[in-house]
């Protein structure tokens, strides 16, 4: 919307409009340790979209069944300011232990896994079949005319080679959404189980 | 096992609330919540409230935990007992009030089946609830009713709900008597940063106009926040400004206090927010009731934070110091090391701060004229606490002008005395809230200042005081409008009034009598005092409905899209009522 726009609505509206800083949005990695319990997901998302933030991806999973600990990562965009409200609110769920922002480490490693199915015969299905090898995708299942291969890495090459596939006779696709995690020294799961251990 | 008695998980539920002290409910029962009544039944410790309206038992809850300081329970069936009280929910949590809701559930293997008065009791309340629980199992009853309580009462408190399946009432096992409840991820209360807090004093101890802009979080931090303030802002010398939620934690009597901030704040409240060099904010939260134009708010201010919900800070205004931890703890810390450094009288350096302050005050923005017969509202307000003013009293609100009035011609001389709905603005709020005040203090002097749209939201409450006798006073401001809408219906929408009059009222007076209490009722100047005095003379609930000119504004008021230092005066011209705009009224 036109600035005059914006100001004459909140002439109106009887609320501030936040400025806009003109900061452009960035994409980020947030990877959650949680209590593993009922409804937390729920919340999490609920979190998201009662405060009009974003999720590009999601996934989460039990990581220590027997403490009852899961791990939820979600990739958002944002302002900075945007992002550090986020972890923010997160950090504030009862049932979240913490949140690490993947994206702001440089030794961090980022990957997705995929399974992409083709449907392709002869010539289209030999090409298809080169270009998953010069990605170290391999192939997991095949049939008479479609075959399913496995891909795990880092998200741009997956969508590099997902629209190389294409044209060949993409099927299917299925992505576990991001994990994300940073070679540091310091370990938050160790630190909760630290803290389990004291009380 | 020998030893121990084995109970229901109804029985078991009100052990653990005895536990934790609780000896008040407000409820509503039905076919989900029979068991839990039936433990009630041969329970001589609680005293059960029954309401007539679960959003009613919700907000009675808040009364009682914002008059007290307590913990405030509540007790509703599933399906509509439940999504009756999410008003009140939403309420708690918005003005971090600790509530905790018992909601009976549909047993565990119908759940999801559309049973008779099934509804996601968990997943309604998840977005209006600090933390919510669905029981599954008769052994976590004790647990979840302990785990709640601790949440709904420590960090910043807020409502939480724990939805009780019929079959788990009614399951039996043995009660562990458990001290201590421990939420491994929940870390409530943040060790606050000393250097900061001492980077926060050096910036108050060079300050040449600094202001004090302090919020509920004094009030729900405890008496010791209160009393703390009180030394700090007496020895740095400092002038001080409430939100509406924090009325009460500074005396509103004091002379260094400016009044209520915000749109209908005074004149020199929020002068001095503009012209501050040094902003110590305390519990409050930057509202946009608060701020008006957030590019404007506060320009030249270095901007201190002090919150303990670290979600607070930076969120609507970015600040120099930000410091998370409890405003008593904070306090006290400030204190000492302002103690310790010896810093010498600030009088002098503030004096040209206060001349200025003192210029602005001059301006009278809560002046009126009560020219005639006709009662102002503004003058009933005033003359309602000239009254009750060295009595024990305490104030609930309704939502609208009535509700802005009372927040600015009342002083509050202690905290816990104001209870309004603030963040959600709530009309039917102040009724009962008012029945939740009054049995947490039953020889006080309880008042709903109330309009005459939002009591008939929750009107039926009367009957509840009439039930249990209790004596509180529903003050009505009758000016026929939705007076706010129509204010702003008025400025800001070319005196266009589509909606806001109430063509037909109840008498007032009768319908008071219709419930058993007393009605009141006053429509000239000569008759307010006696009517007010007999409100206060009588000894059980009153409705009075004090009849005031019907266009009467809300003023001082920062207008849409403003700043602090454009606020509209009642002595600044506003437009003529247009003919067409009164047309359809
Ligand atoms: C439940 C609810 N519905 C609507 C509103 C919007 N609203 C705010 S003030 C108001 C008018 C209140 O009228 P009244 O109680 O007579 O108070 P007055 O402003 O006249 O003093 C309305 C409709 C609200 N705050 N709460
Ligand atoms: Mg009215």
Redo the contacts between chains.
């Keep these: 919307m036109e600035n005059q726009e914006l100001d004459a609505i909140e002439q109106i509206s009887h609320y501030p409009i936040p400025p806009d800083n003109g900061e452009a949005d960035t994409r980020h990695v947030l990877t959650m340790l949680a209590r593993d319990k009922t409804g937390t997901l729920a919340r999490v998302i609920g979190l998201f979209s009662a405060r009009n933030y974003n999720v590009d991806s999601l996934s989460a999973d039990n990581i220590d069944v027997e403490r009852g600990i899961s791990c939820i990562t979600i990739t958002t965009r944002g302002t900075n300011k945007v992002i550090e409200q986020i972890k923010r609110q997160l950090e504030r769920l009862i049932d979240i232990h913490c949140v690490i922002d993947v994206s702001n480490s440089k030794d961090r490693v980022i990957r997705e896994l995929a399974l992409i199915k083709i449907r392709a015969k002869g010539q289209a299905r030999l090409e298809a079949l080169t270009i998953a090898n010069s990605f170290r995708a391999h192939v997991v299942d095949g049939a008479d005319d479609t075959f399913i291969i496995e891909i795990s890495g880092a998200p741009r090459k997956i969508r590099t080679l997902i629209s190389l596939l294409k044209p060949l006779g993409l099927a299917g696709v299925v992505k576990t959404g991001t994990a994300g995690m940073i070679n540091s020294s310091y370990s938050p799961f160790e630190e909760i189980l630290k803290q389990e251990e004291k009380s | 096992m020998a030893n121990k008695k084995m109970l229901n998980g109804a029985e078991i539920l009100l052990q653990s609330l005895k536990d934790c002290g609780v000896d008040t409910i407000f409820g509503y029962p039905g076919g989900a919540v029979l068991p839990i009544y039936d433990a009630i039944y041969n329970d001589e410790h609680f005293k059960h409230i029954l309401v007539r309206h679960e959003q009613g038992a919700a907000h009675a809850a808040e009364g009682y935990a914002r008059s007290t300081g307590k913990l405030g329970v509540i007790l509703v069936t599933s399906g509509p007992g439940v999504t009756n009280a999410i008003t009140g929910l939403t309420d708690a949590l918005l003005d971090s009030v600790p509530v905790l809701c018992i909601s009976g559930q549909v047993p565990t293997a119908l759940i999801g089946t559309d049973a008779f008065q099934e509804a996601d009791a ?2 309604l309340t ?2 209006c609830t ?3 629980y ?1 029981v599954k199992d008769v052994n976590e009853v004790e647990e979840t009713v302990k785990q709640g309580i601790q ?1 709904a009462t420590t960090g910043r408190p807020g409502p939480v709900l724990i939805d009780f399946p019929k079959d788990i009432q009614l399951a039996k096992t043995e009660y562990n008597d458990s001290k201590k409840s ?5 870390h409530p209360k943040a060790k606050p940063d000393l250097d900061k807090i001492q980077q926060a004093i050096d910036l108050m101890e060079n300050a040449v106009k600094p202001v004090f802009y302090t919020g509920g979080g004094i009030i729900n931090s405890g008496a010791k926040a209160s009393k703390t303030l009180v030394e700090l802002v007496k020895a740095t010398g400092f002038p001080i400004t409430n939100t509406l939620l924090g009325l009460g934690a500074y005396p509103g009597e004091d002379e260094q206090f400016l009044g209520m901030l915000g749109m209908h704040g005074t004149y020199e409240a929020n002068m001095a927010m503009h012209g501050c060099d040094v902003l110590i904010n305390i519990g409050a939260r930057f509202d ?1 009731r608060v ?5 404007a708010f506060a320009p030249f201010a270095k901007k201190i934070h002090i919150d303990i ?3 607070s800070i ?3 205004i ?1 600040v120099d110091i930000g410091i998370i931890g409890d405003a008593a703890e904070i306090l006290l810390e400030m204190k000492k090391i302002w103690d310790k450094k010896s810093i010498k009288s600030q009088d002098k350096k503030l004096k040209p701060w206060w001349d200025q302050i003192n210029t602005w005050r001059e301006k009278d923005s809560l002046g009126y004229i009560q020219d005639n017969e006709d009662i102002k509202p503004q003058y009933a307000i005033d003359r309602l606490y000239q009254k009750i003013k060295e009595k024990d009293f305490y104030i609930t609100t309704e939502v609208g002008q009535h509700q802005m009035w009372a927040a600015q011609y009342i002083k509050f001389p202690t905290p816990h005395r104001f209870m309004t709905s603030g963040g959600l603005g709530t009309m039917g709020y102040g009724l009962p809230a008012a029945v939740g005040v009054q049995v947490a203090h039953p020889d006080s002097l309880v008042i709903d200042v109330a309009g005459e749209a939002s009591i008939q939201m929750t009107m039926q409450e009367i009957s509840t005081a009439v039930q249990y006798n209790l004596p509180l006073k529903v003050f009505i401001i009758n000016n026929k409008w939705m007076g706010m809408v129509r204010q ?1 219906q008025e400025l ?2 070319g005196c266009r009034y589509s909606e806001s009059y109430s063509d037909a009222l109840p008498d007032f007076v009768k319908l008071a009598e219709a419930y058993g209490a007393k009605g009141l009722r006053a429509e000239k100047l000569s008759e307010l005092d006696g009517v007010i005095d007999e409100m206060i003379a009588h000894k059980g609930p009153v409705i009075v409905d004090i009849l005031v000119t019907k266009q009467e504004n809300c003023f001082p008021m920062i207008p ?2 403003a700043a602090h230092n454009e606020m509209i005066l009642n002595e600044d011209p506003i437009p003529e009522t247009s003919e067409e705009g009164l047309a359809k009224v």
């Design positions: 968990t997943g998840r977005s600090k933390h919510n669905l949440i421990y939420i491994p991820s929940y946009d701020t008006g134009r957030i590019e919900d670290q979600t930076d969120k609507n970015a702003w800001n929408h849409s899209g």
